[in-house]
């Protein structure tokens, strides 16, 4: 029985793969889920092989290893597995959307694509080293092109091996989607410091992972010295939502003419390819708020070229209301003017003098005419008082006590002389309450504040409704947590 444990310890589940693409060996990659242990937070992944894989037994392959996020987390079983298909190369392969070959610097490559199943955050980088040890021992692996990419999760991950000695020194080229790690100053000097390609996308109102991380990676990369060769490369999207991915990874999407496989391409470990004609770079300016009757903004973009020239500038409109007028579209400053209120996207593309293209885009927040509300009536304010827990009554009657564990959406709250008022809140988000007892010790905040700690890791929102025109309100939000480095409580 040891014998044959040993022969069949990695275990191919082919039965519904087989089914599914017997028909196209010759066109779609073969997705197979491998339950074997290739660490202790690794049980399972999915191997993708080239269609050309096995027709070819001396050819080496690039690897993509696709990281997953936290909703697709397990053990690595063939119960648990397929959550790893949800998103990203995996579920494109899944449904023969993925290309068998990409064409860079006129050179087809096709590439193994692994998607290992963790059990949690890979917080110390040594699942990753394990996956790609794993690959390059059991399949033919080109060394020279080891990428790495992931989303939500995966992406910090992705952070966090990137910016490790041997990860930075192993990689080829980087693909992180909305990260959910801050920008670490040791792992961001080692990455810079190795010229290690980044290219890595958010949405500016991602609810979960902060958009905040994304810009601060990008901002602190490209701020290091000597200046990384090529510049780390953000794409920030207007609008919230978490699922940056399904666009970022959609091979249809294209930026400067590539979509992120041919980008990852370029580049191979031991040195920067640099493309023939290095990318413009270009600065649509700072977003800007205004309010009517002010219905124009000067624009100042710029740009540069560092191996060339600018040859044109065009500036236009992605989004935003249809009432606008530029006094030049075509050069890098301008002016536009007739703004009606809303929200504006304009976008200034640049070419230079070899024909390569880049464009970066502006906010412009056009606000309606405000008509001032009038003075207060003295003696008018009245307070409400919310503690939000487990549902605890107090004899503090001037407090509403809002359970969150029975309804994130709160009832008409009292005012704190007892009259009835139309204000409500809902919460988005909540992991648990702790009770921290009547002893618990407050400094600035109400007794009945640091009672309770209602707490969850992500950032989540507090939507308040049924408020009067015409009224001022203020708002404090107190914040109380339980034990010494967890259980934090985070608004936006």
């Not at 503090?396 to 005012?415: D, I, P, Q």
């Amino acid at each position: 029985m040891r014998h044959l444990k040993n022969a069949f310890g990695r275990i191919y589940l082919y039965a519904l793969t087989l089914l599914i693409f017997s028909s196209a060996q010759a066109q779609y990659y073969t997705q197979v889920p491998v339950v074997t242990p290739v660490h202790s937070m690794i049980g399972g992944f999915y191997e993708a092989l080239p269609p050309s894989y096995a027709a070819n037994p001396t050819q080496k392959f690039p690897l993509l290893i696709f990281l997953h996020g936290a909703g697709e987390v397990g053990n690595g079983s063939a119960a648990s597995l397929p959550l790893v298909t949800r998103n990203g190369p995996p579920k494109l392969i899944k449904n023969g959307t993925f290309p068998t070959s990409f064409t860079v610097n006129g050179q087809q490559h096709s590439v193994i694509v692994l998607s290992p199943q963790f059990s949690g955050q890979d917080y110390s980088g040594t699942g990753v080293e394990a996956m790609i040890n794993y690959a390059v021992s059991h399949y033919r692996i080109d060394e020279t092109r080891i990428y790495l990419t992931g989303l939500s999760m995966g992406g910090g991950n992705t952070w966090v091996y990137a910016g490790s000695v041997t990860g930075s020194s192993r990689l080829a080229a980087t693909i992180n989607m909305c990260g959910n790690s801050p920008a670490y100053i040791g792992l961001v000097n080692m990455i810079a410091s190795k010229n290690l390609p980044v290219w890595a996308f958010h949405n500016e109102g991602d609810p979960i992972c902060p958009v905040a991380y994304t810009h601060d990676w990008i901002n602190k990369l490209n701020a290091y010295l000597p200046k990384m060769n090529p510049q780390a490369k953000g794409s920030f999207f207007p609008g919230g939502g978490h699922d940056v991915w399904s666009k970022g990874y959609d091979p249809n999407y294209r930026e400067n003419n590539m979509n992120v496989y041919e980008w990852m391409l370029q580049y191979t470990r031991g040195g920067v390819v640099v493309p023939v004609n290095q990318l413009p770079i270009v600065n649509a300016g700072v977003d800007q708020i205004i309010t009517l009757p002010v219905n124009s903004v000067s624009l100042n973009g710029i740009a540069s070229d560092p191996d060339g020239s600018i040859a044109s500038y065009t500036w236009a409109k992605v989004s935003g209301p249809d009432l606008y007028s530029f006094s030049s579209a075509n050069t890098a400053a301008t002016g536009i003017s007739n703004l009606a209120a809303g929200i504006y996207i304009f976008r200034l593309t640049v070419t230079d003098n070899k024909g390569s293209m880049a464009f970066d885009e502006v906010k412009i927040t056009v606000n309606a005419v405000v008509t001032p509300p009038p003075p207060p009536v003295p003696g008018t304010t009245k307070y409400i008082n919310v503690n939000i827990n487990n549902g605890t009554s107090y004899s503090n009657t001037a407090w509403n006590t809002w359970n969150v564990l029975s309804s994130m959406s709160s009832a008409a709250f009292k005012y704190a002389d007892g009259t009835a008022s139309t204000v409500k809140a809902v919460l988005n988000a909540q992991t648990n309450i702790a009770d921290n007892s009547t002893s618990y010790p407050v400094t600035m905040c109400p007794a009945e504040v640091g009672r309770f700690a209602s707490y969850h890791t992500a950032n989540r929102t507090l939507t308040i409704t049924g408020l009067t025109a015409g009224k001022t309100y203020n708002l404090e939000l107190f914040a109380s947590r339980n034990g010494a480095t967890n259980n934090k409580t985070r608004f936006s």
